[in-house]
């Protein structure tokens, strides 16, 4: 083989190894044509796990989202429920320091990003 034709080989190589790597970079990803969840959305709240426990209930029962389950005890929380759609929705509330708790919303299916925040800013609003 001459060495054009070894250029085009690695050319043809390096593109096809490539192509699903181009596709993420667009903004696509696995399944459906685009990402279908999304890395989950975080904020530190001044307030105790017990409270933000509570409120969490209250933020999802104002939207009118059944709590499907509820799990705590003194430094974590959990709180899970589901959109009319079909997407879960999963509150986990961890103790940093008595007064202060790590609030994760995380979404799963398209737009969940957008989704979690929402339901984290119904949280904030509540305190």
Do not use: H, W
Request: hydrophobic share 45%.
């Amino acid at each position: 083989m001459n060495k054009y034709g070894l250029r085009f080989l690695a050319a043809i190589l390096i593109a096809t190894s490539l192509a699903g790597c181009v596709g993420l970079a667009m903004g696509g990803g696995p399944g459906k044509g685009g990402a279908t969840a999304s890395g989950p959305v975080k904020a530190n709240l001044n307030a105790s796990v017990g409270r933000l426990f509570n409120v969490s209930q209250t933020a999802l029962e104002s939207k009118r989202l059944p709590v499907k389950s509820l799990a705590s005890n003194q430094l974590s929380a959990r709180v899970t429920s589901k959109f009319p759609d079909g997407q879960d929705i999963t509150i986990v509330i961890t103790e940093i320091t008595p007064a202060v708790c790590e609030v994760t919303v995380r979404v799963s299916g398209a737009n969940a990003s957008a989704r979690a925040r929402e339901i984290l800013d119904g949280i904030k609003a509540r305190l």
